[in-house]
């Protein structure tokens, strides 16, 4: 029972563009969201983070906005740079947390 | 700087052999944690840890056991391991959030590719 879902497992953008990676729950009680990056052979490291009294957070290119009537969240990057190609994971959190399945960004130069 | 280490990188093992994978955190972490990554399926958690001496399983523990004797270090350790154990396995570790679960972002250590054969 998946209860974060990344339905796009791949997204290629145009370095400069804006990159969007979408992720949805089902658990309404998650009330923290976060994003990991990873590259090849590495760990994931923590990108952003948003509480669910907050719809936007935002980090220099990075933004992450919060709906919670849809349960949804996104990762908005822009612009988006060729160092951003890795995959993203969206994470929540109640008890534990439960990650994505990820997404692959590639940002073409 | 923060740091997870795993143990090994790579690792080849057989069918029916008993696995340790080691991780250690230099954060001063209370929690710390086990996932696997497959293709498709992204993090899974196996096992986590919240105290010394302490563990609770995760969405799939079923094939593995864990040990936490010091704050610092978390096993995994694979009784007896089979094909369908042939993963990426990642530790990961946090400061306590709510409760002192996983309410705070995690830092995980680089992995350990295992293959069963």
């Known amino acids: 029972d998946q209860q974060v879902k990344q339905n796009s497992p791949s997204l290629s953008v145009q370095e400069g563009r804006i990159s969007i990676l979408n992720c949805d729950y089902t658990?309404?009680?998650?009330?923290?969201f976060l994003w990991y990056k990873k590259y090849p052979a590495e760990g994931p490291t923590f990108l952003i983070s948003?509480?669910?009294?907050?719809d936007k957070n935002e980090d220099g290119r990075f933004t992450v906005f919060l709906n919670k009537s849809a349960k949804h969240l996104s990762l908005h990057i822009v612009p988006s740079q060729p160092g951003d190609s890795a995959v993203y994971f969206c994470?929540?959190?109640?008890?534990?947390?439960?990650f994505g399945a990820g997404t692959r960004l590639t940002v073409k130069p | 700087d923060v740091k997870v280490t795993q143990s090994s990188r790579y690792l080849v093992k057989r069918t029916g052999e008993k696995v340790f994978l080691e991780c250690v955190q230099d954060m001063d972490h209370e929690n710390m944690f086990w996932y696997r990554q497959d293709p498709g399926l992204g993090l899974r958690l196996i096992y986590f840890s919240y105290d010394v001496k302490m563990k609770e399983k995760g969405d799939i523990p079923e094939g593995y056991s864990v040990s936490r004797e010091k704050k610092e270090r978390f096993s995994l350790i694979l009784e007896s391991a089979s094909t369908n154990q042939t993963s990426m396995y990642l530790c990961?570790?946090?400061?306590?959030?709510?409760?002192?679960?996983?309410?705070?972002?995690?830092?995980f250590g680089p992995g350990t590719r295992l293959t069963v054969t």
């Open positions: 990961a570790s946090s400061p306590p959030g709510r409760g002192g679960l996983a309410g705070q972002e995690q830092y």
């Open positions: 948003i509480s669910s009294i907050k």
């Open positions: 994470a929540a959190s109640a008890n534990d947390m439960r």
């Open positions: 658990n309404s009680m998650f009330d923290y």
